[in-house]
């Protein structure tokens, strides 16, 4: 390695310098030695050939998932990986976290709902997550929220009903929830 910077490496290849794009994740785990080995995924394009690198084949897995969505490119999934670690990314997607997503710079929430109807049931699959996360109740409650803002409650007096409710009864759906938090407001 000639060069390491937050973003990208440079490495030389038997002479040949190469600029590798990488995440902050990948960053903090590379030591600063002088050999290093790094999982490539490239991409070439009309007018640029780039090549991304990640310290282990799970990140580089994820990558390669994330840019299978439609709406999310290279630089997105990159900037997703350096929001959050490879774990958080699999436990957003299979608890159908939007927001936690969504918190990503360049991800709007249609791409984030897309991210996860894509890649939830091959993060399910792959890593062997459980489908029973309590993030799912993360969706419901903003769901939840939006719909009583609409009809013009205050949404700390909202978050404050809707989180004893849940808090009470994890597997409630989204219409009961409504129902149980409008008896409570």
Do not use: W
């Not at 290279?74 to 939007?98: F, K």
């Not at 700390?156 to 149980?180: F, G, T």
């Amino acid at each position: 390695m000639i060069e390491k910077h937050p973003d990208h490496v440079v490495i030389d290849c038997n002479g040949l310098g190469y600029h590798v794009n990488i995440s902050l994740q990948t960053f903090s785990n590379i030591p600063d030695q002088e050999n290093i080995k790094l999982f490539t995924h490239q991409v070439i394009r009309e007018d640029a050939n780039i090549i991304y690198g990640f310290v282990t084949k799970t990140e580089r897995e994820i990558f390669r998932l994330l840019i299978s969505v439609s709406g999310v490119g290279p630089s997105t999934a990159i900037t997703m990986q350096s929001s959050m670690d490879n774990e958080e990314i699999q436990r957003a997607i299979a608890g159908e976290d939007v927001s936690k997503i969504q918190s990503v710079k360049g991800i709007g929430l249609k791409t984030a709902q897309r991210v996860i109807v894509d890649l939830k049931d091959k993060i399910l699959k792959s890593y062997e997550i459980s489908e029973d996360l309590p993030a799912s109740n993360n969706t419901i409650k903003i769901e939840a929220l939006s719909a009583l803002e609409v009809l013009g409650f205050s949404r700390k007096k909202v978050e404050k009903v809707i989180q004893v409710i849940l808090q009470d009864s994890p597997k409630i759906s989204l219409e009961e929830l409504i129902k149980q938090a409008l008896k409570n407001l």
